[in-house]
């Protein structure tokens, strides 16, 4: 499976982006697909994750303003991201498992697929 990430950019504090993360190589379908996140000078982080059929899991510090979703029709995974802080400003990598692991799983299990990553910087 390759993925392929995009729609990144830069938005002032309080603005929406959403990101896509789209696959070709394999039918997308019976994947489990995440998000992580990488800010200069810091760890990765967990941002969002999605099993195939649907339920989602979302770490804290996007819980209420992040959106994961999927349309397997389309072999694309979305992050709909709204009311966006300074501090969401990182590189946003989408990563990809074949399986339907625990919903917590999702934040600390290897992934076999990455996409290139796409840059989010939000201003204040």
């Known amino acids: 499976v390759q993925l392929q990430a995009s729609g990144g950019g830069v938005v002032q504090a309080g603005g929406s982006l959403r990101l896509s993360c789209a696959a070709s190589?394999?039918?997308?379908?019976?994947?489990?697909v995440v998000w992580f996140r990488q800010a200069p000078g810091k760890e990765r982080e967990f941002v969002a994750g999605?099993?195939?059929?649907?339920?989602?899991h979302y770490a804290d510090s996007v819980k209420g303003r992040f959106t994961i979703s999927r349309d397997n029709a389309k072999n694309t995974v979305f992050l709909q991201m709204n009311n966006l802080k300074p501090e969401d400003t990182a590189i946003y990598y989408c990563a990809a498992r074949l399986g339907y692991p625990a919903l917590s799983a999702l934040r600390t299990m290897n992934y076999d697929y990455w996409g290139q990553g796409t840059q989010v910087t939000v201003s204040s």
């Open positions: 190589g394999d039918t997308f379908s019976s994947y489990a």
């Open positions: 999605i099993r195939w059929r649907g339920s989602v």
